[in-house]
């Protein structure tokens, strides 16, 4: 029994059952049972939620709102009804299917909205890096943009120092906090997580929020968000929230330490830098996508070969003994893979948004494959496959492509099938054009154990994914779009020997 006196709405349910939703729905319930003002909602601590006109019913009975396998509240009709039990168990599921698909689409905004946050302070940390500030002034740019997106009253960057095997306040805020502050019990927290944790962790009755900031193994130091008024904390959430963010600060840190001292080596490395600096801020214009959540784990897993192959390169350029001339060329492999961090960024925002805008020009095909070939296969990196790029076109052989956007399908298939092949017996990738009739036709083969026929029907899909970790399955689907761009199809077979093979093609030009 529910007293007839008027309660407050409780937050919990509004979030399940919003009024504006039930109005409709009781409304049509009603009026196809012949029900007049009959229907009451009440929440899990017997408050009413929503009750016909002024009074209750004097007796009724109830059945429990379902959401996730919890009760969030009950949905009572008067017990002289007839048929009410049969009529209760109706509404009730109803009512816990629409209560539940709201919670859902509230879990998946909210997830959207961090995926966006989190690509939001990748773009802002690489337009901070591209600046060439000093260290100190980098730390200050990144506590900020990410306490915009935490909101604590307080907090820090300790960066680590070798030396003394401890940590230093790089940047703090507010401004007017005194040094000391962060030297006492706030350090000894922000000390114990970098040497004890992977994650951030939770400290003081939740009112201190710690994070490592690791690259690799490389200690780095530790960033620390803290409230000072009681009431206000932490939760799993900002936890969570903190350590995406952490992961990406630690390797813009990182990076930016690197092009600090690459800085300081070479005129022709600060003319990189300056190039570096135009290709974020291109980066940056970005930030108009709006994203939903997987979008972001893509790009930052498809950047990872390529960071490593800047690294690699920068560590060169560190060594005494490398020539003008070799500065020259390491520096411009870091360009053109900085310029493929952007193309890779702006095929997924071309694809999310739509664009079919595509800058064909007719190139000789054993020149294109030459530059394929350098983007597989440049200087200095070894794959743990062999890969090899086979023309079988007459000499001469013209095609019509956007040299840059075409390339990702092969660096997109080949970099899947290293991934699907490596440590499964793989030892081989093949790219091969040939001429079939008025058509080029390209395949990419490797040796390894194919791919399920269960994905075969769907693997072109958006989100469609299989046998990757941080994989979110845009990579064929963008693949796929290219190729439909130029005027081609793309299908998959399985290869002799039971390995993956992808075939596409494109139209000849005239005369080609």
């Known amino acids: 029994m529910v007293s007839n006196a008027p309660q407050q709405h409780t937050a919990d349910l509004q979030e399940y059952l919003p009024q504006y939703t039930l109005d409709d729905v009781i409304a049509s319930f009603e009026a196809a049972f012949g029900l007049t003002n009959s229907v009451v909602i009440v929440d899990s601590t017997e408050q009413v939620y929503y009750r016909p006109g002024s009074s209750l019913p004097a007796e009724l009975q109830y059945k429990p709102i379902i959401v996730d396998h919890r009760s969030v509240g009950k949905v009572g009709l008067p017990a002289a009804t007839a048929n009410v039990q049969a009529l209760l168990n109706h509404l009730a599921i109803v009512l816990s299917h629409l209560a539940l698909e709201t919670w859902r689409q509230r879990q998946l905004s909210s997830e959207a909205l961090e995926r966006y946050e ?66 006492g019990r706030v350090r000894e927290l922000a000390l114990s997580t970098l040497y004890a944790y992977d994650d951030a962790q939770i400290f003081d009755a939740d009112q201190v929020l710690c994070a490592p900031l690791r690259h690799d193994e490389e200690r780095l130091g530790a960033l620390v968000l803290l409230y000072e008024h009681p009431g206000q904390t932490f939760n799993a959430d900002d936890v969570r929230l903190l350590n995406t963010l952490t992961h990406h600060t630690a390797l813009f840190i990182h990076a930016a330490r690197l092009l600090a001292q690459l800085s300081n080596r070479t005129n022709d490395l600060e003319r990189t830098l300056k190039e570096l600096q135009s290709t974020r801020d291109k980066l940056s214009r970005a930030e108009r996508l709006s994203l939903i959540g997987q979008t972001m784990s893509s790009l930052v897993h498809d950047m990872k070969n390529p960071l490593a192959i800047i690294l690699g390169y920068a560590g060169i350029l560190q060594e005494e ?192």
């Open 118 to 183: 989190e690509l939001n302070l990748v773009y802002e940390l690489g337009a901070i890096l591209s600046q060439a500030l000093p260290l100190e002034k980098i730390m200050d740019a990144v506590l900020v943009a990410i306490n915009d997106i935490i909101q604590a009253e307080a907090g820090a960057v300790y960066v680590w120092d070798e030396g003394t095997s401890t940590l230093q306040p790089a940047s703090f805020l507010p401004e007017n906090t005194a040094p000391e502050f962060w030297m």
């Open 321 to 512: 003994n490398v020539t003008y001339e070799e500065r020259k060329s390491f520096a411009g492999q870091i360009i053109t893979y900085v310029e493929m961090f952007s193309s890779m960024s702006q095929e997924i925002l071309d694809y999310t948004l739509g664009d079919e805008n595509v800058k064909k020009a007719s190139v000789p095909l054993d020149l294109f494959l030459r530059q394929v070939n350098d983007l597989l296969l440049p200087p200095g990196l070894v794959r743990p496959v062999k890969i090899s790029i086979e023309n079988a076109t007459p000499a001469g052989t013209m095609i019509t492509v956007d040299s840059q956007r075409f390339s990702r399908v092969f660096q997109n298939l080949v970099n899947n099938a290293v991934d699907a092949i490596e440590g499964k017996g793989g030892t081989q990738v093949v790219v091969r054009a040939e001429q079939n009739g008025d058509e080029i036709r390209f395949s990419i083969t490797d040796d390894g154990p194919g791919l399920p026929p269960d994905i075969v029907d769907t693997m072109f899909e958006p989100f469609v994914t299989f046998g990757k970790q941080h994989g979110t399955g845009l990579g064929l689907a963008i693949v796929d779009h290219i190729v439909s761009l130029h005027g081609g199809r793309i299908r998959y077979e399985t290869a002799s020997g039971g390995g993956a093979r992808f075939i596409f093609n494109v139209p000849r030009p005239n005369g080609a």
